[in-house]
């Protein structure tokens, strides 16, 4: 009596599982069917702009396709802060996208034209005449420093100038090795010490060494330890304040900046900015196979370039050189104009 009490027990059991797993799957079929047949869902589904595929200029037109709302400028807003142009710089050109734009027109060609009014014209590289002209780089390790000097200093020898390099950067290991094989590159002379050596008496003996050797353009490499140290920022206070004690006086100060750390690249152009005064900034990595970056990643419209725009931005300094590759000669003057177009393409 007892065992058949149990059997029946255990099948009534069986029956209520079966029949709440049933009941719960037809809720979810339900759900589903709600959720992919809907009217609202499948006019939500047509509507809504793939924003997500192809460059920066097809999602922002595709983001105006339906018709222009708040909701349009917070998502230009969210395309451009996702694009490391960060959010003072991108409610800005939200800002003047929005002043600018008329029912029908291009909102792309419209924020093209407002890019170009943020970057500003190019800038000539400023050289003093009839004396030494002398060009300070700043940078963090890895940024690419030592290699974008090689690269400048065979750009002013192929233009006919006489170009000497200052090994300053006497703390990382190689580093005057490696200027050094640049210098050979690019036939220019170089002055070095030891390993350790002060920075400022390598700058010192390089401003009096150039100076008697009759060269156009000193070039001074300088140590990139963490920006977050305060002594490597006092010792570039201190070695442009030696250049300047040995008679030379800095004509450019360029900060090197890595495209693929995004908005950290902020951070350390500040922290460089305290130390001394920047005139431009040399981007790097913009090879096109960069992610991040000081821009939407590649600069050709379908990455991230927004750090070109937020360096202008924010610290109101222009790009003057952009990295595009690791051959000597792949340093290229900063154009504005075909930067807009590529990121917008």
Not at 100 to 127: I, Q, T
Request: glycine fraction near 12%; hydrophobic fraction near 45%; aromatic fraction near 4%.
């Amino acid at each position: 009596m007892g065992t058949t009490l149990i059997f029946v027990f255990l099948a009534l059991l069986c029956v209520v599982a079966g029949g709440v797993v049933i009941s719960r799957r037809r809720a979810v079929f339900r759900m589903d069917e709600d959720d992919d047949f809907s009217p609202d869902a499948v006019e939500a589904a047509t509507t809504a702009p793939e924003v997500a595929a192809g460059g920066l200029g097809a999602r922002v037109r595709a983001l105006f396709g339906n018709g222009v709302s708040e909701t349009t400028w917070d998502g230009l807003e969210d395309l451009l802060i996702k694009a490391d142009v960060g959010p003072r710089g991108s409610a800005d050109l939200v800002r003047r996208v929005r002043d600018g734009y008329e029912p029908g027109s291009d909102p792309a060609d419209v924020l093209r034209s407002e890019v170009l009014h943020v970057l500003g014209p190019d800038e000539e590289l400023h050289l003093a005449e009839g004396k030494l002209a002398v060009i300070l780089v700043v940078g963090v390790n890895g940024s690419g420093k030592t290699t974008t000097i090689g690269k400048l200093a065979k750009r002013l020898t192929g233009q006919g100038h006489a170009v000497s390099l200052a090994a300053s950067d006497t703390f990382r290991a190689a580093a005057g090795e490696q200027l050094e094989i640049w210098a050979q590159r690019a036939g220019a002379h170089i002055v070095s010490q030891q390993r350790g050596a002060d920075p400022g008496a390598v700058a010192f003996d390089a401003v009096a060494s150039a100076t008697a050797r009759g060269s156009d353009v000193l070039i001074v490499d300088t140590a990139g330890r963490l920006h977050t140290k305060t002594p490597l920022m006092d010792e570039l206070a201190k070695v442009k304040r030696v250049i300047e004690k040995a008679g030379g006086e800095v004509d450019e100060t360029f900060l090197v900046l890595d495209a693929t750390t995004g908005q950290n690249g902020i951070s350390q152009a500040r922290a460089f900015t305290d130390a001394v005064e920047l005139t431009g900034v040399v981007l790097t990595k913009m090879d096109g196979s960069a992610r991040g970056g000081v821009i939407l990643t590649k600069t050709d419209g379908s990455a991230r370039g927004g750090i070109v725009l937020a360096v202008r931005e924010e610290l109101d300094l222009p790009i003057r050189y952009v990295g595009v590759g690791e051959g000597p000669d792949d340093l290229q003057p900063f154009d504005p104009a075909a930067f807009a177009d590529r990121l917008l393409a």
